[in-house]
């Protein structure tokens, strides 16, 4: 059976082999992930279509693949590996054993003969070139490698830690001590995605942030009045998101002109209502969709933000959730953040950053008093959005959270 790359989304020319989860060889099962493909978006997977073994894997991990490319084979029905292999395991571990057994003997005298071609024949070119070219003794760096190997790195902790060939005739300067160790991985393709947007929208919106702070004590009272009759209620927990979602929809109805988007000459005014949410994921951060907010209860919205929280996490996060969005929403907050300038995630005009909640000292009708503050940031296209339309915007949700009644009120 031939292993084929899915059918890609539209507009995604190709793709990359992220992970293999099986080698040639294994036993596999129906329905078993067996390798993970990388789009500039979203992870697909694919699964075994029937039970069998493992064959031969013909692009690896980190080749580029076009849709529906043959990237390896398995046999269907085939005896397990490891049944196959049962009879001749213990053959396999006697010459393993005595491999090892000939290996370290070999290593012993190599260690002994400084010239020994075996041991110089066990370093490959880069590392054999980095140690003549330093005037190194191969023979005392310490190995990391499969069986004893040494490595490029190995070289260069020895270096490091201060050793010297002993026929070098020149002083060499005093060795910085500590782990100066480095590792040089290649960019995913959804890392480069993300590097590639932003630097767009850096170079192509005429970008500015204003900033506002909001009072959070009437949203933390009303949570901590209503929480447990809420999560009985609906069998999910209050969360901050849901008002900041609600206070943005009602503010975009409000100002369509953050509702818009730049189209080549035109403005094109959108009449529905989805926000991206910005969400951390380990392969790098993301903006799954929220769809049709103005008909959504805060339950509903934080069942939808659950939902694309854990999709993000396991990689599971399909095309349709990426697509579309009218305006972004991100909390830096979560992570700590006091106060940062978000970048717009075009085609996209404006983005609404969230921050750390902290007591701070307020003057409340001439007294000073200790509230929960959160500073709000909002990055826009002056493009498109004007100042007036900007603060407004950012007054209104400002408002709208120090007074949640009037969203549920719609004044």
């Known amino acids: 059976m031939e292993i084929k ?10 793709a990359t082999i992220a992970t293999w989860h099986v080698k040639a060889g294994e036993a596999v099962t129906r329905d078993q992930v067996l390798v ?35 990237i390896g084979k398995m046999e269907a029905g085939a005896a397990p590996a490891d049944k196959k292999e049962d009879s001749s395991a213990k053959k396999d571990d006697k010459a393993d054993a005595k491999a090892d057994s000939k290996a370290e003997t070999k290593s012993a005298a190599g260690a002994d003969a400084k010239s020994d071609d075996s041991n110089d024949d066990a370093l490959s070119p880069s590392v054999r070139r980095m140690i003549s070219e330093k005037g190194l003794d191969a023979s005392k760096i310490k190995g ?63 970008m500015l942030t204003t ?24 069998g999910i927990r209050l969360g901050f998101m849901s008002f900041y979602v609600k206070a943005v929809t009602e503010a975009l109805k409000r100002f369509p002109e953050v509702n818009a988007a730049i189209d080549g000459d035109d403005i094109v005014y959108h009449n529905y209502f989805d926000v991206s949410i910005a969400v951390s994921t380990p392969r790098g951060l993301v903006t799954p969709v929220l769809r049709d907010c103005d008909k959504m209860n805060l339950a509903e919205i934080e069942k939808a933000i659950k939902d694309l929280a854990l999709k993000g996490r396991d990689g599971k996060l399909a095309m349709d959730d990426l697509t579309g969005g009218n305006f972004t929403i991100t909390n830096g907050g979560v992570f700590g953040s006091l106060m ?50 900007s603060v407004g915007f950012l007054v209104t949700i400002k408002e709208l959270l120090e007074d949640p009644t009037r969203i549920l009120l719609d004044i």
């Open 5 to 14: 790359v899915p059918v890609l989304p539209e507009s995604v020319a190709d």
């Open 144 to 206: 990391s490698g499969k069986n004893g190997r040494v490595t490029k790195e190995d070289v260069e902790k020895f270096v490091a830690s201060g050793s010297k060939s002993s026929g070098s005739a020149s002083a060499a300067p005093a060795p910085v001590t500590g782990d100066r160790t480095q590792k040089r991985v290649p960019m995913t393709r959804l890392r480069k995605t993300i590097a590639n947007r932003l630097l767009e929208a850096k170079n192509s919106t005429a």
């Open 340 to 389: 940062s300038t978000p970048i717009i995630n075009p085609p996209q005009s404006a983005i609404l950053g969230m921050h750390k909640i902290q007591d701070r000292v307020m003057v409340v009708d001439g007294k000073m008093e200790i509230l929960p503050m959160m500073y709000l940031a909002l990055s826009y296209d002056h493009r498109i959005i004007d100042g007036k339309e």
């Open 36 to 70: 993970d493909i990388e789009t500039d978006k979203v992870v697909l997977e694919v699964v075994a279509q029937a039970d069998g073994v493992m064959g031969e894997i013909i692009h690896d991990t980190g080749a580029t693949v076009t849709a529906e490319e043959v």
């Open 211 to 234: 900033f506002n702070e909001v009072n959070m004590k009437p949203i933390m009272d009303l949570r901590k009045q209503y929480q447990d009759v809420f999560e009985k209620r609906h």
